[in-house]
């Protein structure tokens, strides 16, 4: 690479902008930075292109080495479709970056006027820290996230500060019983490990009891300031979309409803003290409209004690830098997640750049004897590290699955794909699991069974009464389930619940949006088919009942959130001249208010697409009795076996997987690497 006239570097550009390689954001940067330094030579522009390249694919930041080391796959060029990049030998990223070492790169880099150091007091619209480059907001926010960290790692709960040794003990022996024989404890273990300092991390994979663990713990910090100065503390529970706000509430409900206090002093204080409403995060932080800024920050600080995030893989690390921002210094920050899932959609990788040491545990000598006085339960040695890091000993891994059993096929396969083993992949399929199903047949008539009915014959074990969902399931109630026009209004909404309910028992999964197997032209084929079977009228327009749709922007006016979902059902209203009219209405669940419904009339809908088939990102937070992935026929760099788990852990009871052998294996052997700054090895502390 050389520095050239930036005739050059633009005509090259503009290649890539017709191509689809690059987004014409990214070259705009580029004159934008030109202008800043009209000196920047060619390879400083560049880099400050793949940086904003790779903001663009999620990633905090460019690795500058990796992208020398393979230009072509960590720029993602042409990987999605042969014809989206050119090719040719002098128009390649790879030989855009050609004839460069990393030294060279750098020096190049750190000569251009729109770069900083990674210190303090730069304004540089550009951050070069060590190997990687950052846009400056990003780069401020992964500073902002590890500095908050690593300060509520380090500063003991109020509940650790405050109560004896013994009362400690006695609380969690109360929630968590000991069980004799039983294997290491690990709901019991990471209750104790999260509650003693300002920040923890609870991860497991599906049925692991990420819920149970949590609603113990609220019990037990409830229960310990109860039992201390007698009042309350202030607990918020949130998640990143409606969808999985509302799952996380019916859940903490239900875990709340049987939680056994019998043993534990105050009991009845202590549930009605444990919150069972869940919010959004944005609503949480109080989003101000066409503003990346929130009511609550660090000078209006949220009022509360406890912040409880789940399904904290979809946090991006702008929003988790904002979290932390608007959290009290004395607040308790709790992530639940599950570290092996999609990643968030918007740059960065949060949950999974935290929890990337948690397999092996790097448990402290300290903290284990720690956790054997105080539990009573034994760490693995396997476990435990000398040289374990302060984050270390704030995340739990749950290791025992309750829901997925050893002849679980949704459980190996998701257990296998997460491996990246293709023989157990293959395995788990050929087996014939009653729980899981395997089709390539991606046919008109195969899509119709498996929307309609749920592919039952396909499952083993199952009849006519008990076989897996499809949509039918809701179409029915929606076509002869409707209330009379002059029933209350209640009825209807018990009615529109009902549908709701019904309809979340089966989904179909897309991998990618566009393309003949995409979300976008599946959506109008299952809609042709439904039509065609006699389960839509689609007569009355795009407003049809029983058309699903998903909310794709948030809409403070009507106080919906992207992800959510509502069903387009018939109301009765009374015209003008008197006469009764069924209008087309758009039921969505009202949130905080379980089983309560919002009606929303469809003209007032401008941001929303109908949902039949959804993306597995779109899925996340979500769960189904029967779910379906789809995967495309041509190779794509989203095809990973992050995608993969996630669509398979989606299932709670059935799972159909529609893709080629060969799709399959190659998004298995696929991973997400994301660039950031955030995994960096944090400074290793004990917390005795």
Known sequence: MSTTSSSTL????DGWV?????????????????????????????????????????????????????????????????????EAADTSPAAALAGIDLARWIAAIDAARFVDGDGPGGQAPLVRSGERLYL??????????????????????????????????QALEALFPREPGAPANWQKMACALVARQGFGIVTGGPGTGKTTTVVRLLALLQYLALSGDGQRLRIRLAAPTGKAAARLGESISGAVSRL??????????????????????????GSKPDSRQFRHDAQNPLPLDVLVLDEASMLDLEMFAAVLAALPAHAQLLLLGDKDQLASVEAGSVLGDLCQRADAGHYLPATAA??????????????????GHALDQAVAKLRVSYRFHENSGIGRLADAANRGDVSAVRQALSHGYADLAFQADTGDAALRRLVTHGAAQAFRGTDDTNHPAGYSHYLALVRDGRPPADAPRDDFDRWAAEVLRRYGEFQLLCAVRAGPLGVEAVNER????????????????????????????????????????????????????????????????????????????????????????MTVHKSQGSEFTHAALLLPAQPSRVLTRELVYTGVTRAKRWFTLVASPQMLEAAVLQRIERASGLAAEQSGASMD
């Open 136 to 169: 400056r907001r990003y780069w401020q926010y992964e500073q902002s996230v590890r500095q908050a960290i690593d300060s509520r790692v380090a500063t003991p709960s109020a509940a650790a500060r405050s109560q004896a040794h013994a009362g400690f003990v």
């Open 260 to 285: 056994a206090l019998q043993d534990l002093p105050g009991a009845a204080g202590v549930r009605e003290a444990i919150p069972t409403a869940v919010t959004t995060v944005h609503r949480l932080l």
């Open 370 to 387: 720690w956790l054997a006085d105080i539990t009573g339960e034994q760490v693995d040695p396997a476990l435990i590290d000398p040289h």
């Open 10 to 13: 633009f005509g090259l550009l």
């Open 18 to 86: 017709a191509s689809g390689a690059l987004r014409s954001l990214d070259r705009a940067f580029a004159r934008f930075l030109l202008q800043h330094d009209a000196q920047a030579g060619e390879p400083a522009l560049l880099a400050a292109v793949f940086a904003s390249h790779q903001l663009g694919r999620g990633h905090a930041c460019l690795d500058l080495r990796a992208a020398l080391h393979d230009p072509a796959g960590t720029l993602a060029f042409g990987q999605d479709d042969a014809d989206s990049a050119d």
């Open 526 to 613: 299952i809609a042709r088919l439904l039509r065609a079977g006699g389960w839509l009228d689609t007569a009355a327009g795009d407003w049809y009942s029983g058309r699903p749709v998903m909310v794709t922007r948030n809409d403070h006016a009507l106080g919906l959130m992207n992800g959510d979902v509502g069903i387009t059902l018939a109301l009765p209203l009374q015209a003008p001249d008197g006469a009764l009219v069924w209008v087309p209405r758009v039921a969505f669940a009202a949130p905080g208010s379980p089983g309560g419904i919002r009606w929303v009339m469809p003209s007032r809908l401008t941001e929303v697409e109908t949902v039949f088939a």
